[in-house]
């Protein structure tokens, strides 16, 4: 099978090429909101939070938990979500990943983590939990929990996202990431021997980074071996320290045709075998400042590959060679 076959067409290896060829189906992922916070909002480090991250904690599409208090009631209401969308596999019915998204999702009580952990995996139509989290916030007893859970929900897989953004010490500062870079290496180090799938998430556009800035990124990712990306692009989002600094004009974000200019970069330098979970990102309609052409997602995804195509370029095409 050629890499197109393998990529269903597209020209890079997608999370829905991946889960059809491992799964023989697409999976449709369901965000959750445990009712967590982060070290960088309850003061542990700080008390505001990353400059671009909402009060939501990035889970502004998670299924409200005041609303819906129970990791098995959010999974119901997600269900029903996808169900009007008429999104059904006839064959088979449809199956969820389990995305547990806003804040940080192993930062709480041991107990707590495991038993959320447990009730998504519980569900017969849940193939797995995807857990957003901060590489500060990965410990012994967190990797402890995800391996008796392999072992206890053998058929099912359990994935840690790590939210890093950037390799480059000066931007992290400037964002209040509040960790060093040896910190995402050490957790790095250790989710991969303990065999969990890492998902690293950059994001795309951040103040006074360059192409170039961006690019040495990718290329240290892979590097790192990790096995998933979600390539975001910098969102504006109201209620944020972004909020103000791009209303007095001390930042910009980026256009359209420059977003995909340098994504597409990132992707010729993207190892062929790093699954990619996300190429754009979604900004909540009510929230997001800009930029507003992010909000058409169709149409940035299929400018993506028409540009990819008059190119005729794909992920890792210059993997082997230097970036100047």
């Known amino acids: 099978m050629s890499e197109q076959e393998h990529w269903l067409g597209k020209p890079y290896y997608s999370l829905d090429a991946y889960c059809r060829h491992t799964y023989g189906k697409k999976l449709y992922k369901i965000a959750l909101n445990a009712g967590l916070t982060c070290p960088n909002r309850d003061g542990t480090l700080d008390t505001r939070g990353c400059i671009f991250c909402s009060a939501g904690g990035s889970g502004d599409f998670a299924i409200d938990m005041k609303a819906v208090p129970t990791v098995a009631a959010q999974l119901a209401e997600g269900r029903k979500l996808f169900t009007c969308k008429n999104i059904h596999d006839e064959k088979a019915g449809s199956h969820y990943i389990a995305y547990f998204q806003a804040y940080t999702n192993t930062y709480g ?4 983590l495991r038993k959320i952990y447990e009730d998504a995996l519980a569900e017969d139509t849940v193939r797995g939990i995807s857990i957003a989290t901060r590489p500060d916030c990965i ?10 859970l392999k072992n206890k929900f053998s058929d099912k897989f359990v994935w840690i996202e790590l939210g890093l953004q950037t390799i480059h010490e000066k931007t992290a500062r400037y964002i209040r990431r509040g960790y060093e870079l040896s910190c995402f290496d050490n957790a790095v180090r250790l989710l991969q021997n303990a065999s969990i799938p890492i998902i690293t998430h950059v994001i795309i556009g951040l103040p006074g980074e360059s192409e170039c ?8 990712l892979n590097q790192t071996g990790i096995w998933g990306v979600k390539l975001q692009l910098l969102h504006i989002l109201k209620g944020t ?7 007095s004009g001390s930042i910009s974000v980026l256009s359209k045709e420059a977003y995909l200019d340098i994504l597409i970069h990132c992707l010729e330098r993207l190892s062929p075998e790093t699954v990619v ?6 900004g909540a309609g009510d929230l997001l400042l800009a930029p507003l052409w992010s909000l058409n997602k169709r149409d940035v995804l299929n400018s993506l590959h028409h540009e990819m195509k008059i190119r005729q370029t794909f992920q890792g095409r210059l993997i082997n060679g230097g970036y100047e």
């Open 109 to 112: 009580p041991i107990s707590y």
């Open 139 to 148: 410990t012994e007893e967190i990797l402890t929990i995800l391996v008796d």
């Open 213 to 220: 800035d961006i690019c040495h990124t990718i290329d240290y």
């Open 241 to 247: 320290d972004l909020e103000t600094l791009y209303r």
């Open 277 to 282: 979970h996300r190429l754009t990102g979604d």
